[in-house]
């Protein structure tokens, strides 16, 4: 049984579609990959999961659990089985990253500080920043923002990962890590994770399968071997970053001769 | 949180300038300490006219603050002001044959109760009533009655 | 025309979906206030934020106020001879108006500006969002405290206002002016009622530390989760604090003043 379930999943933004029939498994201990263009709502998918916004129509279960059924109490206590790392990191400006960390454990469980110093260490040194923990978040560089995210993600021991674009705006080295990172941290504490991204080649490397979205569709899913052999000229357009082809570099309307002859614009 | 015991001495030292600023405002600027002195007792005065007088104006004996105006109303038989007035307990010692006036303070000052000690044994206790009091000058009917004597007098 | 109608509709709608808005999350900030007791650090540390921090602006401001009363009020009350009654003028004005009004005008310019471009910032830097997938709710752990620091803060210090006001009133009268500091004080203390001006005064106060929290908090917490949007919202803040501080002090006059 997958750990996650999305079902017929509908979801609107004002009278823009963002999701029109959805359909997802997330399985356990795998790195699933969502992939699609900008703005077709990867982030979005990740809030709904999280139960931060409702959908329109269909269903999101979360280990069994119908996440938009749940009360207010009950969603908080999944959440604390569920990390998730933030594009920007999303961590707290006005402390040090050693209580960013501490930050979950503190507000969850009443642990003597001794203890607390232990885990946050033990989990500072999994990302490699241990000898960080007195920067403010304001001195770190992206990549370790995500990192000390990372760890802070990882303290209450979750069962998943939600990543939002790990690798956008990375250079080579951090996003070398970062993509070592989330395969041993997925293996060596049996997590599951689902990235979204539009990096294709890192993610297409650790991802176990991979779902292609588009328009508000599933266009295509399968494990980045059969992705790169499929047949539809979309996914090979996406795959290989193509400027052109079913996806067009202009954007759609009238073509530019006629626009030319028209004089109705000139004023 | 390493600068959390500074922060809670200045937000101490916040909160207790605060309750401090209150209390200056209740001893010093307002009538908060007289409140105990309140708990003394009132006499009931009748007046033909009060003039300005107010809830909270002042019943001074010789020029000394002896109590303040608790209450007025209209005496639903003789269209009289009835003037309740609260004297401190201090003063318990104010002869039942006192009068009552209202005067003015300074020019456009405020009109007040001053009371003209009597000469009787006996002292006002609560719920007594003055009977020799004084109405309030009206300047209007000052100004009249001055005018109409001139012109009585000319004649 | 159906154009102009229709946006006028549409602004109407939005206006009261907000206003609902703000009233559903002073719902849930208030609910969130009783788990406070168990985390009075967090309380204390916002009133350092915003009471603390505000305090030497309303102390120098209250000083001058008062002592520029003071100033004009002689200068009026000389040419009817009744300089003596200095103290009850700077004494009422600041205990019933000027402390509750102007520390509120202040406290909205630089705590209630501060807490919206904290909250908004915040936001739009999905902090706020992290605590919530953090299984921490950020209306109890950030809103709330904020919340009830500044309501604890404004009635504290429209009475530094008001109480360093009338010292320096008393300090240009008696100092500068020469009014006779006995007559100050006494008719000051015969006409300033306890109940009636300076419990009415800190209601006021509460009222506004109230509705001034309130709108500053729902302003970032509302913010568009931009530069320019939290830009907006914190001079959002400070204009409808304003027209609010204001009106209410209207409406509270008439109610303990008019009667």
Redesign the interface.
Known sequence: MPLIKIRDLHFYRGDKAIFEGVNIDIHRGKITAIMGPSGTGKTTLL?LI?G?LRPDKGTIEVDGQDVHQLSHAEL??L??R???L???G????DINVFENVA??IR??TTLPESMIRDLVLMKLQAVGLRCARDLMPGELSGGMARRV?LA??MT?DPMMIMYDEPFAGQDPISMGILVNLIHHMNNAMNLTSIIVSHDVTETAEIADFIYLLSGGKVIEKGSSVQLKKSSSPWVQQFMQGLPDGPVPFHYPGVSFSDDLLSPEEIS | MIQ?KS??I??G???A??????F???M????????NEEVGYKVIAEFENIGGLKV?S?VTMAGV?VGQVSNITLSPETYNAEVTLSFYADFDNIPTDTAANIYTA????EQYIGLEAGAEDEFLQDGDVIYLTQPALVLEKMISQFLFSKAEGDE | MIETIRSLGRWGLATFERIGRAHIFLFQVLAGIPGLAFRG?LV??Q??YV??LS?ALILVSGLFVGMVLGLQGYNTLVD???EESLGVLV?LSL?RELGPVVSALLFAGRAGSALTAEIG??KS???L?????????PIR?VIAPRFLAGF??M???A??F???G?FGGYLVGHGLLGVDDGAF?SQ???K???YG??LNG?IKSIVFGFVVTWIALFEGYDAVPTSEGVGRATTRTVVHSAFAILGLDFVLTVLMFGG
């Not at chain 1, 999303?90 to 400006?93: D, H, M, Y």
């Not at chain 3, 969002?129 to 709710?137: F, K, P």
């Open positions: 809030r999280g931060q908080y206590e959440r604390k569920m990390g998730m933030f594009q920007s999303a961590l707290l400006t930050f979950p507000e969850h995210a802070r993600a209450l | 959390n922060t809670e200045t937000v030292m916040f909160v300038a605060g309750i401090a600023a209150l200056v405002l209740a010093k600027v307002s009538n908060f300490a007289e409140f909270r002042p603050r300074g020019l456009l000052g | 650090s204390v540390q009133l350092f009471g603390v305090f009817f001879g009744a004494s205990v910032l915040m830097t999905e902090q969002s992290g605590m919530e997938m953090m299984a921490v709710d752990r604890i803060s009635p504290l210090l009475a530094v008001s109480a360093v009338i004080w000051m203390q015969a300033t009622d306890w001006d300076v800190v």
